[in-house]
């Protein structure tokens, strides 16, 4: 027995914030649901995970966050989109794929795509997806730039996407001067970059010569540098580069070598089962985007055969002219839906396995599950906060189950990027909704009133 007055309290560790909710859901390990815990953060970095009462005696926070009720979760990974495109929201819906694209967005695009129009897009679309609890988005769009500097001034994690085309627009000339422009933005400023990462984006096999194809292999090699393009996202798509080339897009694409680990396969809705195990073999990675491709009437994407054959599988919202809203626990909750109804199995993907594909399986995707993904000591605080005290939670047996399943994205309460606390009880910290507002409509006026066409 320690004599009385002789017992000295151990000195408290200082964190930078404590975040403590009823449940915690941290992904890895899979199944877990703890209790009454908290996060502690420093330097951005998760530093602990442990019980509330220890945290309350171990740490001495500089700001504690608690939220009863409430499931905190790893942010929420959005593995394909393009951001800018949330001002061609509406613009061109209830088309199938060709005609949307061919008639409606690349005309747009050819008038309107600026470095202005993107960086207000972005914005908005930033805005967006923090309010809907996602913290990392990988983006495909002109001004690849202009996207890493508003997702760095935003605080949001961004991975890059450097467009590469075989014909003119607004950013770039030619497939080489794509190819020139994408290799800057990969050295400087964005090279160690703590929330920027990057990589090459050709559109699709449709519009790119072999030529262009191989020197883009060359240099993603030589830089260690991923690639992600749209692949096999519709028939016509399939059967239009059978008929131009002898051959299926992905057959293309392995004889020019980009097969490989480095690959993201992004829709990949029409595959066969042999493709299935190539693509396994060869640990290409998809984006699935369920809601996208059920707008366009594209189809809906083998995920159970992913899984089974043992592929990296994340999930992306694609952008808003396509699947009109960038909410990431909606697409969980289709991606099980459609997986179990293309299955005929109500068990094949359960609510745990769709918030690990919107969570880690997307930072898998994008090669950042290192980092982000889950709720781990080392990583990075992402972290996103829901209240499931709403009535349509109600009542509540399973928070995960609630999460996929009744949750609506305006539940989500708040979300941390890299620590820094960017929607705080529903409302944004560092942007303004009525000035992305007023942006957003002043483009609508200019798109409307003057149309591609003219």
């Not at 309290?9 to 199944?31: K, Q």
């Not at 090279?191 to 559109?203: K, Q, V």
């Not at 191989?214 to 030589?222: G, K, W, Y």
């Amino acid at each position: 027995m320690i004599p009385q007055g002789l017992y000295t309290a151990p000195p408290m560790e200082h964190c930078d914030s404590l975040i403590s909710a009823t449940w915690i859901v941290p992904v890895e390990p899979a199944g877990r649901v703890l209790e009454g815990h908290a996060v502690a953060v420093s330097n951005g970095r998760i530093v602990d995970l442990l019980r509330s009462a220890e945290a309350r005696l171990k740490y001495q926070a500089s700001a504690t966050f608690d939220r009863p009720g409430h499931v905190l979760v790893p942010g929420l990974v959005n593995a394909h989109t393009h951001a800018a495109m949330t001002l061609l929201r509406g613009y061109a819906d209830d088309l199938p794929l060709e005609s949307w694209l061919n008639d409606r967005i690349w005309p747009a695009e050819k008038r309107w795509a600026s470095a202005e129009m993107v960086r207000d897009g972005t914005n908005l679309a930033i805005a967006e997806m923090l309010t809907a609890g996602i913290t990392c988005f990988s983006d495909q769009y002109f001004f690849p730039e202009i996207i890493a500097e508003t997702a760095s001034d935003a605080g949001m994690r961004a991975n890059v996407g450097a467009p590469v085309l075989g014909f003119p627009t607004a950013w770039a000339g030619d497939a080489s001067d794509y190819l020139g422009k994408a290799v800057d933005l990969l050295h400087d400023p964005y090279a160690g970059h703590p929330l920027i990462s990057t990589c090459f984006a050709p559109h699709s096999t449709g519009v790119l010569s072999d030529e262009a194809f191989t020197e883009l292999r060359v240099i993603a090699d030589q830089l260690d540098v991923p690639v992600q393009i749209h692949l096999h996202e519709t028939a016509a798509e399939v059967e239009a580069a059978v008929t131009s080339t002898g051959m299926r897009p992905l057959e293309r694409l392995e004889t020019l070598g980009l097969v490989n680990a480095s690959l993201l396969a992004v829709h990949a809705v029409h595959v066969t089962e042999a493709e299935i195990e190539l693509l396994a073999d060869c640990n290409v990675a998809v984006a699935h985007c369920p809601r996208s491709n059920l707008k366009l009437a594209s189809g809906i994407a083998p995920l159970a055969a992913f899984r089974e054959a043992g592929m990296t599988v994340g999930l992306g919202t694609d952008g808003a002219a396509s699947n009109n809203t960038l909410d990431m626990l909606s697409e969980a909750n289709t991606a099980a839906l459609l997986a179990k109804v293309r299955s005929d199995d109500a068990a094949v993907l359960d609510a745990r396995d769709a918030l690990e594909l919107a969570t880690m399986g997307s930072a898998r995707a994008l090669g950042l599950d290192t980092d982000i993904g889950s709720i781990e000591p080392g990583k990075w605080a992402d972290l996103t906060c829901v209240d499931l005290g709403r009535l349509n939670s109600q009542p509540l047996y399973d928070p995960v189950s609630q999460l996929i399943y009744a949750v609506r994205a305006d539940q989500v309460s708040d979300v941390w990027v890299a620590g820094k606390h960017l929607l705080d009880s529903g409302e944004l910290t560092h942007m303004s909704s009525d000035d992305l507002a007023t942006r957003a409509d002043e483009w609508r006026e200019r798109i409307a009133g003057k149309g591609p066409s003219e």
